[in-house]
């Protein structure tokens, strides 16, 4: 049982290149996110999906594209990579049982994201 | 909106001491508040929770205390270990749409061997 996991673990961008970061999870939950962490600001959080071909802003998403085209899968897209983008990426999926209760996520061990 | 914190960005306790990390809040609609340990170069862990209408819950060594009154609540860690040493970061849970999940920064919990 893997929980959630992102690929790549690093990567370095040049400035305008186009990437993908992967996550997975095998846990069937409805819920997937994608945060960015940077130093002193805490994780925020950039895009959610609540099911299966569905995808929502989080408070930052400009600069960046998602999918969820399978309910395990959970895509991350900069289409053209700005130096304000490094930082670390993490993925999280979660549930909620009946609707209530905490929604506690399970993260993934992070993409490590520098742009020159 | 709602804003969570933490007091300390470090706190250092000698091993084997009781650790006691506080977070604030600002959003009195949090239904639950969670706590999360992170590691070194690894994803955040859940470690407990509690529901807004509890004013104490119990894990293993630890121990969440929620004061509404004041929008307080506190990680005990007992007899601290170095297998603690991480940041915890607390975080308010509003039910209702995706149940939005806003994160504090964290504390750096140092233990001393």
């Known amino acids: 049982n893997a929980g959630v996991t992102q690929t790549p673990k690093f990567r370095v961008l040049k400035t305008g290149q186009s990437m993908t970061l992967l996550c997975a999870q095998d846990?069937?939950?409805?819920?997937m996110y994608w945060y960015r962490q940077d130093p002193g600001m805490g994780l925020r959080l950039i895009h959610y999906?609540?099911?299966?071909?569905?995808?929502a802003k989080g408070e930052v998403p400009d600069g960046y594209n998602v999918s969820r085209l399978k309910k395990q899968n959970f895509l991350l897209g900069l289409e053209s990579a700005a130096p304000s983008q490094t930082s670390v990426y993490f993925c999280?999926?979660?549930?909620?049982?009946f609707g209530q209760g905490a929604n506690i996520q399970y993260f993934g061990a992070g993409t490590r994201l520098s742009v020159l | 909106g709602e804003s969570v914190g933490l007091h300390l960005p470090t706190l250092s306790v000698q091993e084997g001491d009781n650790s006691i990390i506080n977070c604030a809040y600002s959003?009195?609609?949090?239904?639950?508040f969670i706590w999360y340990k992170q590691e070194s170069g690894k994803g955040p862990q859940f470690i407990i929770d509690?529901?807004?209408?509890?004013d104490k819950r119990q894990g293993q060594r630890v121990t969440v205390l929620l004061n509404k009154t004041v929008k307080h609540l506190s990680l005990q860690i007992a007899a601290t270990q170095p297998g603690d040493s991480a940041v915890y970061f607390c975080a308010g849970v509003n039910s209702g749409g995706y149940q939005k999940v806003t994160f504090g920064t964290g504390t750096k919990l140092q233990v001393i061997p």
């Open positions: 959003n009195s609609a949090s239904d639950y």
């Open positions: 846990m069937n939950h409805e819920y």
């Open positions: 999280a999926s979660g549930y909620t049982f």
């Open positions: 999906s609540v099911g299966e071909g569905t995808t």
């Open positions: 509690i529901r807004s209408n509890m």
